[in-house]
């Protein structure tokens, strides 16, 4: 069977080191590991093909040049063509997975025409986070490109119960289905980190967004040092915010204390885990939190207790005290005091690693995940195949 994976973001290098990057990579991964042939047809590719996705084909969409914001906006909506020429001419496939773009609408009127499943992914309100982060010109184009391709869809899957919400304006709620994010364990040692006596790592990985409550993290860790002098904090990313970040640590006496990577291969990041004594996920309130956070799923992974904001998606994956600490979004002295509780007990850090390592294991692989797609698309599950890990 084949699957044709669209990503028409310009703002996505599907090979590159964004968490967004690596959601398209494992989809695709997980996919072909269920024995599925993949085409996958990006604007924007970011990197060599890693060796590990073996069998997939790879179309290069016209690019998007750098200009002026409204014509960005126009270029992108007039790829709908190229892209519905080239699914024609790689044709025939059985499914159209698509990850939603605010332009793209092609892939799923494909699908329709061919009667054939088109599934969209969809990870944000787009429209909304666009037009607060980065900016939106012709906003009644993009709602009028997005009721065109949640109508066109056979199915819509977001990836939190936010997001379903969001979408319920558009569709109807039994076209929507909830499949949250997830990791790829097989990336991430099975031995829990030992804690180290000698210092306490406390870590983040992420690409140091607004949205990622870093002046939270910087004020926790300023409390925690001052009761424990040898705890260290280590940044793994880069981002608009690293320059506000280092600035604070900066005046606040922490920068030798902390050390910033920098972006960092996916292939780094097991390795900087296993660095780490515990790992933070600290966003502050929001009422639409509509995340769910790559980044936790593999600090679980890698075996780490983790502390993390008590919102969203989160809420309901970390079960407090047995698989991580949940504290209030946006509250750097319950962190702090999360941070030390921690350092005070290695034996706790262990049994929370052991049990966040089970719970993603047992729910939330990518895997597990394509079979959910398979389903939803109604497709009859091909024979995996064995995939390069």
């Not at 200009?67 to 001419?89: H, I």
């Not at 304006?169 to 030992?194: A, M, Q, W």
């Not at 804690?195 to 790592?201: D, L, R, V």
């Amino acid at each position: 069977m084949r699957v044709a994976y669209i990503c028409a973001d310009a703002g996505i290098p599907v090979f590159g080191q964004k968490g967004c990057s690596i959601h398209v990579q494992e989809v695709i991964r997980a996919l072909q590991g269920q024995g599925l042939r993949v085409d996958l047809f990006a604007t924007r590719m970011g990197g060599e093909l890693p060796g590990d996705l073996a069998g997939l084909v790879v179309h290069q969409l016209p690019a998007i040049p750098k200009m002026e914001r409204r014509q960005r906006e126009q270029v992108a909506l007039g790829m709908n063509p190229d892209l519905r020429l080239s699914l024609e001419k790689s044709a025939p496939f059985d499914l159209v997975y698509e990850r939603y773009s605010l332009w793209s609408y092609g892939g799923m009127e494909f699908a329709q025409a061919m009667g054939i499943p088109g599934l969209l992914e969809v990870n944000s309100p787009l429209i909304l986070e666009q037009a607060q982060h980065r900016g939106l010109i012709d906003r009644d184009g993009a709602e009028a490109v997005a009721r065109r391709v949640f109508s066109a869809a056979t199915a819509l899957i977001a990836v939190s119960e936010v997001v379903k919400t969001y979408l319920i304006n558009y569709v109807d709620e039994s076209k929507i289905h909830v499949i949250p994010n997830g990791v790829n364990p097989h990336r991430f040692s099975t031995l829990c980190p030992e804690t180290n006596s000698e210092s306490f790592t406390v870590g983040f990985v992420g690409s140091l967004k607004p949205w990622h409550g870093l002046p939270i993290l910087t004020e926790a860790f300023n409390l925690l040092h001052q009761r424990v002098p040898n705890a260290k904090l280590l940044i793994v990313g880069d981002g608009p915010e690293r320059e506000n970040l280092e600035a604070e640590l900066a005046t606040r006496g922490l920068d030798t204390h902390t050390q910033f990577t920098g972006a960092v291969n996916p292939e780094e990041v097991p390795q900087l885990l296993a660095a780490m004594d515990v790992a933070v996920a600290p966003y502050a309130a929001q009422s639409d939190f509509y995340f769910s956070p790559l980044k936790v799923y593999e600090y679980m992974a890698a075996c780490l207790p983790v502390v993390v904001s008590q919102i969203g998606q989160l809420a309901d994956l970390i079960d407090h005290g047995v698989n991580g600490l949940l504290c209030p979004p946006g509250d750097a002295i319950a962190l702090a005091d999360a941070l030390e509780k921690l350092w005070r007990s290695p034996h706790l850090c262990h049994n929370l690693g052991q049990a966040a390592r089970k719970t993603v294991i047992s729910r939330h692989t990518w895997d597990a995940i394509a079979k959910k797609i398979i389903d939803i698309a109604g497709l009859d599950s091909p024979l995996p195949m064995e995939v390069k890990r």
